[in-house]
């Protein structure tokens, strides 16, 4: 059973920067669609960012240019480093991972059923 769990959420001022870590355990992420989503209280859970197993990399329309999403296979370690952040960032951030390898990634595939989330961590950003 994968297990994946978040760090390096905290609190930081408008214009900040924070980097999250999706570590993963029983899993190796090389073959596999992996992403971060985050949640904002009282919203919907949405997607921010994507990486597919040959790298290719999307983003949320709110996020793009502050935002990147990588990955070291070696480490089985999923990253999301975030700056410029606006206090519209302010949400609980978890990374999934699909369940299957795949060639195709996006946050609807991440979405379905089946696949494996963290607990998530704490992002919030003060004016």
């Known amino acids: 059973q994968a297990q994946l769990v978040e760090s390096g959420g905290g609190s930081v001022q408008t214009g900040g920067s924070l980097r999250l870590s999706c570590e993963g355990s029983g899993y190796t992420f090389s073959s596999y669609c992996m992403g971060w989503f985050r949640q904002a209280a009282g919203k919907e859970r949405e997607g921010v960012a994507t990486?597919?197993?040959?790298?290719?990399?999307m983003y949320a329309v709110s996020v793009q240019g502050r935002f990147t999403i990588s990955k070291d296979n070696v480490k089985n370690t999923l990253y999301l480093q975030m700056n410029s952040l606006k206090p519209e960032d302010t949400a609980m951030y978890y990374c999934a991972a699909s369940r299957y390898p795949r060639t195709v990634c996006g946050s609807a595939i991440l979405a379905g059923p089946g696949n494996y989330w963290g607990q998530g961590t704490q992002v919030t950003v003060s004016s």
């Open positions: 990486i597919a197993p040959d790298g290719r990399t």
